[in-house]
């Protein structure tokens, strides 16, 4: 299992006051953004650990890509330069595609959820199993967030051709939902990603917002199945359709 919180160092903390700062944030107003208490972010500038489920808020608040490195680097390696998600980005036309069907606030979490889960973690996984031998996974990797997004179950297979695999069955999605395709998902490993992104892009759009609905509405009975790989209560046998070896088979 990938550990619960980031490393952290003294040099990192002192980043992400002057990052504070330099927004004009009051240390209330950069934590209650986060989701986290003052008390937990006068910590993490000081250099102590973070939870992992807390790094991404922490970075959306102070618009960087991820944290810093231990060297005293600037924390922001590919600053945010818009922290509302408002600007045009490589993926605004599929946004307004989507936004025709489904409505701007849907349009939006996707879109922050396919780049948050598939742009960036994902791909960061990918880089990072990469330069390890064959047969490595994310449970290996000290700073692997997707770990913290997929089914636990089944972290130490996830290794790089299964990542390779579940970008492929991201970017499937993206298309057939900007082309409204009827049948959105095919298999379970694309039902899996487009949970993810969904409950990942909406939780950071509009926390007040249920997208339970959308999301029911979108994969209709998967949505139990999914829920299931989540469940640790519940044995999922090789032979399970929703076991991780038959993700990427075609539903009939």
């Known amino acids: 299992m990938a550990p619960t919180t980031q490393p952290s160092t003294a040099e990192i903390g002192a980043a992400i006051r002057a990052r504070r700062l330099e927004l004009g944030l009051t240390i ?47 924390a922001a390696r590919t600053p945010r330069a818009d922290p509302n998600w408002d600007a045009a980005t490589e993926w605004a036309g599929f946004s307004t595609a989507v ?6 606030a849907r349009a939006r979490a996707f879109e922050l959820g396919f780049q948050l889960v598939v742009a960036e973690q994902l791909e960061h ?26 089914p636990e179950r089944f972290v ?12 492929a069955a991201s970017l499937r999605i993206a298309d057939r939902l ?16 487009l949970y993810v992104i969904v409950e990942d892009g909406a939780g950071e759009v509009n926390r007040e917002v249920d997208y339970l609905d959308w999301m029911r509405e979108l994969i209709d009975e998967d949505l139990d199945a999914v829920r299931t790989l989540f469940d640790r209560t519940v044995d999922i046998p090789v032979d399970h ?12």
């Open 28 to 74: 209330e107003q950069a934590a209650a953004s986060a989701g986290v208490g003052s008390e937990s972010w006068r910590r993490y500038e000081q250099g102590k650990a973070i939870r992992r489920d807390k790094v991404r808020g922490l970075c959306r608040v102070l618009r960087w890509a991820n944290l810093p490195a231990s060297d005293g680097e600037a």
């Open 99 to 104: 936004a025709a069907r489904h409505g701007e």
């Open 125 to 150: 996984d990918l880089e990072a199993l990469r330069e390890r031998p064959r047969g490595s996974h994310l449970g290996e990797l000290s700073e692997s967030w997707l770990a913290n997004w997929l």
């Open 156 to 167: 130490t297979h996830y290794e790089y051709e299964l990542l390779y695999r579940l970008r």
């Open 178 to 193: 900007a082309s409204r395709t009827s049948q959105l998902t095919r298999c379970p490993a694309e039902a899996l990603m």
């Open 241 to 252: 359709p929703w076991h991780y070896k038959n993700w990427f088979e075609i539903k009939e």
